[in-house]
């Protein structure tokens, strides 16, 4: 008997805590993404956590406030580092609360683009596969072309696979989309940077 687990939000938190770890970032802003994330990355980095519904959450280094991913309250290429995991796939969907808006998840991936700092890095996590699927209201899942095309002026550094059954693995760093080809709900892990 094992312990059972939620594959994408185990693999996807520890992915991006490693980039973290390897990236060392003087301070790293999250955008919506696993509340445990942000609680455990800021042991070892300032985080400041934003969500549309901000958790009251009281430990050393870490922040909580409220933003609309649609319209965030920072100047144009301002963040030198960057999260935003399993988040863009619900926005305008209406799941939680927001409005519905089909084009929700392009004006968010607009808004990340935008204020990230030229040289700086954003971790972006989606549901992927072969094929695009819009699971209304639940989320959206993207291909891995459609998630480089959300991102049109980031440059892909690493892409890394969460597949969706175990018995294709754990987390897959530096994964060949061709992968792709056997999933329907996989993970996709992309970490972009913005060029100077």
Same mark, same amino acid.
């Given at each position: 008997?094992?312990?059972?687990?939620?594959?994408?939000?185990?693999?996807?938190?520890?992915? +991006? +805590?490693?980039?973290?770890?390897?990236?060392?970032?003087?301070?790293?802003?999250?955008? +919506?993404?696993?509340?445990?994330?942000?609680?455990?990355? &800021?042991?070892?980095?300032?985080?400041?956590?934003?969500?549309?519904?901000?958790?009251?959450?009281?430990?050393?280094?870490?922040? &909580?406030?409220? +933003? #609309?991913?649609?319209?965030?309250?920072?100047?144009? @290429?301002?963040?030198? &580092?960057?999260?935003?995991?399993?988040?863009?796939?619900?926005?305008? /969907?209406?799941?939680?609360?927001?409005?519905? #808006?089909?084009?929700?998840?392009?004006?968010?991936?607009?808004?990340?683009?935008?204020?990230?700092?030229?040289?700086?890095?954003?971790?972006?996590?989606?549901? !992927?596969?072969?094929?695009?699927? !819009?699971?209304?209201?639940?989320?959206? !899942?993207?291909?891995?072309?459609?998630? /480089?095309?959300?991102?049109?002026?980031?440059?892909?550094?690493?892409?890394?696979?969460?597949?969706?059954?175990?018995? @294709?693995?754990?987390?897959?760093?530096?994964?060949?989309?061709?992968?792709?080809?056997?999933?329907?709900?996989?993970?996709?892990?992309?970490?972009?940077?913005?060029?100077?």
């Amino acid at each position: 008997m094992q312990t059972g687990f939620d594959r994408h939000y185990v693999y996807h938190t520890a992915w +991006a +805590a490693r980039v973290l770890q390897e990236t060392k970032p003087e301070t790293h802003t999250d955008i +919506a993404s696993s509340l445990y994330f942000s609680a455990i990355v &800021s042991a070892f980095v300032p985080t400041t956590f934003y969500d549309y519904r901000p958790a009251k959450l009281e430990l050393q280094n870490l922040t &909580s406030e409220r +933003a #609309d991913l649609t319209q965030l309250p920072f100047p144009d @290429n301002s963040v030198k &580092s960057l999260s935003c995991m399993h988040t863009v796939e619900h926005v305008g /969907l209406g799941r939680y609360g927001d409005p519905v #808006d089909p084009e929700g998840d392009i004006k968010a991936a607009r808004e990340l683009s935008r204020v990230l700092a030229p040289g700086g890095s954003l971790l972006f996590v989606a549901p !992927i596969g072969k094929n695009a699927v !819009i699971e209304f209201n639940a989320h959206r !899942i993207y291909t891995y072309e459609a998630v /480089l095309e959300l991102f049109p002026e980031l440059t892909l550094s690493e892409f890394s696979l969460i597949p969706e059954h175990e018995k @294709n693995g754990g987390l897959i760093r530096n994964a060949e989309p061709a992968v792709l080809e056997n999933e329907h709900y996989a993970c996709g892990c992309f970490h972009f940077t913005k060029p100077i």
